[in-house]
């Protein structure tokens, strides 16, 4: 390869080789506080726009709700409506070894049943009930490489996010 395609090869590739190394060089444990927000996604809309599904949605998920036409909205017999409860952020990255501090605030569904599970399905925090309108804290040291999972047990499998430990180097 000639000097000149080097070069322009390094200057295309350097920054994300370079990103690349500053990623794997992790230091010491450290802790994460991560802000999420436990939201139900809704959309409506009537009859004469669109047929209501053929098959209700809750039939196909716990995570979907489904107000069919006449429940609704009272004062609107044709309007229908469709939802889904979920995490947000959804996915968040930390090292093994560190501590992640959630604070989670529901803004929808009255009720929720939430714990996190390791890698290995083991809780790592117990199975609590969240309500609708507060704050929750909840904190663990991500000691598993792996993936762990907070979830809502009453709306899964939309309701849950992803704590993707990656290996401390």
């Known amino acids: 390869m000639n000097p000149s395609k080097k070069l322009s090869l390094l200057v295309l590739l350097g ?8 990623f794997s060089q992790a230091g010491a444990p450290t802790a994460h506080t991560i802000f999420m927000t ?4 809704k959309g409506s809309t009537t009859v004469e726009k669109l047929a209501p599904p053929p098959v209700n949605p809750k039939d196909l998920s716990k995570g ?3 107000k069919p036409p006449g429940q609704a909205d ?9 939802s889904s409860y979920r995490f947000s952020p959804g996915f968040i990255t930390v090292r093994q070894g560190d501590t992640v501090n959630l604070t989670v605030f529901v803004v929808n569904g009255d009720e929720h049943d939430v714990a996190v599970h ?24 991500a ?3 792996g ?11 939309t309701m849950a996010a992803t704590i993707l430990v990656l290996p401390r180097k």
């Open 15 to 22: 920054p994300l080789l370079f990103a690349g190394e500053a």
């Open 38 to 41: 436990a939201i139900e996604l």
């Open 64 to 66: 979907y709700e489904f």
């Open 74 to 82: 009272k004062s609107d017999p044709k309007k229908w409506e469709v």
């Open 118 to 141: 390791d890698p290995g399905g083991s809780e790592v925090v117990p199975r609590t009930k969240w309500n609708r309108g507060r704050e929750y804290k909840v904190s663990f040291v």
């Open 143 to 145: 000691k598993k490489v």
């Open 147 to 157: 993936s762990y999972q907070l979830t809502c047990s009453m709306h899964a499998p």
